[in-house]
């Protein structure tokens, strides 16, 4: 749809003959911008009645600006009232306090005085001006408010509305000082490692505190409960999301401060005094929250190619406390501890509800708890099956267990199409930190271990998890430039 082209008049003085010349030069810039231009130059013609034309001009609700060329001579006769500036100044003077929209009138500077102030009439002196009495760069600048304001394309635009902020309607838990914490984080400018130490050790603490707020205290646990608990959760996830944002800035600290993360919480989540009060299902709230923020880490780091820290994240040893309680053994783990299956929710709540023939009613909470514009379905889902692909490439298992099993893996459509630039050998190189490998040959065979397993798939689909080499043949990798 072609948009509205603007009708413009311009009001100068003929005085200064260096500054028609420019005058002249402006219109036809503007009218080279797509802008009509009305000039006396070009349409007063001999024998028509100049004060008429001028009158029609500002006048016209046709024209959408009328630009005043203000310099000494314009000035003074508007003051003055004289010359046919002067008549043009009574009939702008009555428009612009009068049915006229204020805007529609804009004051062009093109002359300054001896104290370089600009000349500007007085009856308009309050308004803001555009000042092309410059003869460098920063006439371009102000050139392109100019034609900004007339094509209605501001450089600063009001944003829209957004939703809602969920955390005020959360009065359960104090999440003010977490905030706080992020700020400070994402301002931090210095080289101080102890101070920068010292934030994170305050999130953390911070964090913790929060989440021990988020614990069951009922004794009778129910699905319904378990899934409240967790849609209360999105706004405490939300800020490790945050947090995510800003260690972004330090990638130098990622690794250590994430794998210390999630160390940190899972060790304090599952920890409580009276074992009588509570079992296993009344932390599947906080299995859900952690495996979730593990998927979120996943999709952060691939977003911003973040491959070596990824793949150390996904090889390092979590020690891990062996249950919920208190004094526990802690034994070490990998990666693939953090996904456990929810049976509170997928056998007590599912059944009942509005779509028992879900796959997973897990993995549909996941993929709903979008944080635009990184953490996405489509990125939740693809982390997920890159969380497999790798556990099986990398040959990462729990100690008694099996591998990853990406339970959102029915929702993804686009994680093939990365694999398929392996034939490009330059993305190869990119992407070979993630596979913890020195050599495209070391590679190739590091993906071979992910190999097809008909069995990986939910019991009620013909889907399986796909694999690398569901998306390129080994062949292929590295094929072209």
Request: charged share 25%; with cysteine; glycine share 4%.
């Given at each position: 749809?072609?948009?509205?082209?603007?009708?413009?008049?311009?009001?100068?003085?003929?005085?200064?003959?260096?500054?028609?010349?420019?005058?002249?030069?402006?219109?036809?810039?503007?009218?080279?911008?797509?802008?009509?231009?009305?000039?006396?130059?070009?349409?007063?013609?001999?024998?028509?009645?100049?004060?008429?034309?001028?009158?029609?001009?500002v006048t016209n609700n046709d024209i959408d600006k009328v630009?005043?060329?203000?310099?000494?001579?314009?000035?003074?006769?508007?003051?003055?009232?004289?010359?046919?500036?002067?008549?043009?100044?009574?009939?702008?003077?009555?428009?612009?306090?009068?049915?006229?929209?204020?805007?529609?009138?804009?004051?062009?500077?093109?002359?300054?005085?001896?104290?370089?102030k600009p000349y500007c009439p007085a009856y308009i002196k309050?308004?803001?001006?555009?000042?092309?009495?410059?003869?460098?760069?920063?006439?371009?600048?102000?050139?392109?408010?100019?034609?900004?304001?007339?094509?209605?394309?501001?450089?600063?635009?009001?944003?829209?509305?957004?939703?809602?902020?969920?955390?005020?309607?959360?009065?359960?838990?104090?999440?003010?000082?977490?905030?706080?914490?992020?700020?400070?984080?994402?301002?931090?400018?210095?080289?101080?490692?102890?101070?920068?130490?010292?934030?994170?050790?305050?999130?953390?603490?911070?964090?913790?505190?929060?989440?021990?707020?988020?614990?069951?205290?009922?004794?009778?646990?129910?699905?319904?409960?378990?899934?409240?608990?967790?849609?209360?959760?999105?706004?405490?996830?939300?800020?490790?999301?945050?947090?995510?944002?800003?260690?972004?800035?330090?990638?130098?600290?990622?690794?250590?401060?994430?794998?210390?993360?999630?160390?940190?919480?899972?060790?304090?989540?599952?920890?409580?005094?009276?074992?009588?009060?509570?079992?296993?299902?009344?932390?599947?709230?906080?299995?859900?929250?952690?495996?979730?923020?593990?998927?979120?880490?996943?999709?952060?780091?691939?977003?911003?190619?973040?491959?070596?820290?990824?793949?150390?994240?996904?090889?390092?040893?979590?020690?891990?406390?062996?249950?919920?309680?208190?004094?526990?053994?802690?034994?070490?783990?990998?990666?693939?501890?953090?996904?456990?299956?929810?049976?509170?929710?997928?056998?007590?709540?599912?059944?009942?509800?509005?779509?028992?023939?879900?796959?997973?009613?897990?993995?549909?909470?996941?993929?709903?708890?979008?944080?635009?514009?990184?953490?996405?379905?489509?990125?939740?889902?693809?982390?997920?099956?890159?969380?497999?692909?790798?556990?099986?490439?990398?040959?990462i298992n729990e100690t008694y267990g099996s591998g990853w099993?990406?339970?959102?893996?029915?929702?993804?459509?686009?994680?093939?199409?990365?694999?398929?630039?392996?034939?490009?050998?330059?993305?190869?190189?990119?992407?070979?930190?993630?596979?913890?490998?020195?050599?495209?040959?070391?590679?190739?065979?590091?993906?071979?271990?992910?190999?097809?397993?008909?069995?990986?798939?939910?019991?009620?689909?013909?889907?399986?998890?796909?694999?690398?080499?569901?998306?390129?043949?080994?062949?292929?990798?590295?094929?072209?430039?």
């Amino acid at each position: 749809m072609e948009t509205k082209i603007p009708r413009v008049f311009i009001s100068y003085s003929w005085t200064n003959s260096l500054h028609v010349e420019k005058v002249i030069s402006l219109a036809e810039r503007l009218m080279s911008h797509r802008i009509d231009v009305i000039l006396d130059k070009w349409e007063l013609k001999e024998g028509q009645d100049k004060y008429v034309f001028m009158e029609q001009c500002v006048t016209n609700n046709d024209i959408d600006k009328v630009l005043l060329i203000c310099d000494k001579a314009y000035t003074e006769k508007a003051n003055m009232r004289t010359g046919g500036v002067g008549d043009e100044t009574m009939i702008i003077s009555s428009e612009l306090y009068g049915k006229t929209k204020q805007e529609k009138f804009i004051p062009i500077i093109f002359e300054n005085d001896e104290d370089g102030k600009p000349y500007c009439p007085a009856y308009i002196k309050s308004r803001i001006y555009i000042d092309l009495s410059f003869e460098d760069n920063r006439y371009e600048t102000e050139y392109d408010k100019l034609l900004r304001n007339i094509h209605n394309k501001p450089q600063y635009k009001k944003p829209v509305l957004g939703d809602f902020p969920e955390w005020l309607d959360n009065d359960s838990v104090n999440l003010f000082p977490i905030r706080d914490i992020i700020r400070q984080i994402k301002g931090y400018t210095g080289d101080n490692q102890s101070k920068f130490n010292t934030l994170i050790k305050r999130f953390l603490d911070s964090y913790i505190l929060a989440l021990d707020e988020y614990k069951i205290k009922e004794i009778k646990l129910s699905g319904e409960l378990i899934v409240t608990q967790i849609n209360d959760m999105k706004t405490i996830r939300d800020l490790y999301i945050d947090f995510l944002d800003a260690l972004i800035l330090f990638p130098n600290n990622i690794t250590d401060i994430l794998t210390g993360y999630f160390e940190m919480i899972y060790n304090s989540v599952f920890d409580v005094e009276n074992s009588s009060s509570c079992n296993e299902y009344s932390f599947e709230h906080f299995r859900f929250f952690i495996w979730e923020c593990f998927i979120c880490t996943t999709a952060y780091l691939c977003h911003y190619e973040m491959y070596r820290e990824l793949h150390e994240i996904l090889c390092h040893t979590y020690f891990l406390r062996d249950s919920f309680f208190k004094g526990s053994s802690i034994s070490n783990r990998t990666f693939v501890h953090f996904r456990q299956y929810l049976k509170t929710i997928e056998e007590g709540y599912k059944p009942t509800s509005s779509e028992p023939r879900l796959f997973s009613y897990t993995a549909k909470m996941l993929i709903e708890r979008e944080k635009k514009p990184i953490i996405t379905k489509e990125t939740l889902s693809n982390a997920d099956i890159l969380l497999c692909q790798l556990s099986k490439a990398l040959i990462i298992n729990e100690t008694y267990g099996s591998g990853w099993f990406p339970y959102c893996y029915v929702y993804s459509n686009s994680l093939s199409h990365q694999w398929i630039r392996l034939k490009s050998k330059k993305y190869c190189y990119k992407i070979m930190p993630l596979f913890g490998v020195k050599s495209i040959e070391e590679m190739k065979i590091t993906i071979e271990n992910d190999q097809f397993d008909e069995q990986l798939r939910y019991s009620n689909s013909f889907d399986c998890v796909p694999t690398i080499m569901s998306s390129i043949k080994i062949e292929d990798i590295a094929s072209l430039n």
